[in-house]
């Protein structure tokens, strides 16, 4: 079953706004991550929040994580058109911190 | 340069026969994984090793197998029992000290698209 959910399933937006991605999940983790995936290529990794942290950037990128609601979401900044990706959370779950659990993923399309 | 090696890139298989589906690295990492895409859709995770010669099944895990004899070799067989084996299927690794604390960044190979006949 998956371990994360992202919302919204896809997301269109004019280049230059700002985009936010939300995750939510299930159980107790030790982290979590977030990835990119270009269309039919491999996952590229973004940024990992530890569960004792709240918020972490890096560059463009902000993500936030609340450990009360089991969710995390993802901001990227000034959007261009190269962010047009599908994005995806990743969990590392405590009881087995390798199992790495992927959510459904978001759309993001960035109109020019 | 280091890396993820997923081979081949699009696999043809006719209906009862099984297919391996191969990954190498370069990275040094103890821990490799296999996930199963469908279009549209996120990663589920089939199988996983954490060291040589022990790997753990994850959630989609019937009509696959796997094998760990090497460091850096962990290939996929998908069996004729896997009633639809169609799906992009992506192998990846993480750094061994991380992976244990839960804080490895994992490192994905480029895919192999299996398509059924």
């Known amino acids: 079953s998956q371990q994360g959910e992202e919302d919204p399933q896809a997301l269109s937006i004019q280049e230059g706004e700002n985009a936010t991605m939300n995750c939510s999940y299930k159980?107790?983790?030790?982290?979590l991550q977030w990835y990119r995936q270009n269309s039919g290529r491999g996952l590229v990794h973004l940024i990992l929040?530890?569960?004792?942290?709240r918020e972490k950037h890096s560059g463009r990128l902000r993500v936030t994580l609340d450990t009360s609601k089991k969710s995390s979401s993802l901001l990227i900044t000034a959007s261009r058109a190269a962010d047009t990706a599908s994005y995806f959370c990743a969990t590392g779950r405590y009881s087995s911190a390798s199992k790495i659990i992927f959510g459904s993923g978001t759309r993001l399309s960035i109109r020019p | 340069d280091g890396g993820i090696t997923q081979s081949p890139k699009y696999l043809f298989r006719k209906e009862g026969q099984n297919v391996t589906l191969s990954c190498e690295q370069n990275l040094n990492h103890d821990a490799m994984y296999w996930y199963r895409q469908d279009p549209g859709q996120g990663l589920r995770l089939i199988y996983y090793s954490q060291i040589v010669n022990d790997f753990q099944k994850g959630d989609i895990a019937e009509g696959y197998s796997v094998s760990r004899e090497k460091k850096e070799s962990f290939p996929l067989t998908v069996t004729s029992a896997q009633k639809n084996p169609t799906a992009f299927y992506l192998c990846?690794?993480?750094?061994?000290?991380?992976?244990?604390?839960?804080?490895?960044?994992?490192?994905f190979g480029e895919g192999s698209r299996l398509t059924v006949l």
């Open positions: 929040i530890r569960s004792n942290e």
């Open positions: 990846a690794s993480s750094n061994p000290g991380q992976a244990g604390s839960g804080t490895g960044e994992l490192f």
């Open positions: 159980t107790s983790i030790n982290n």
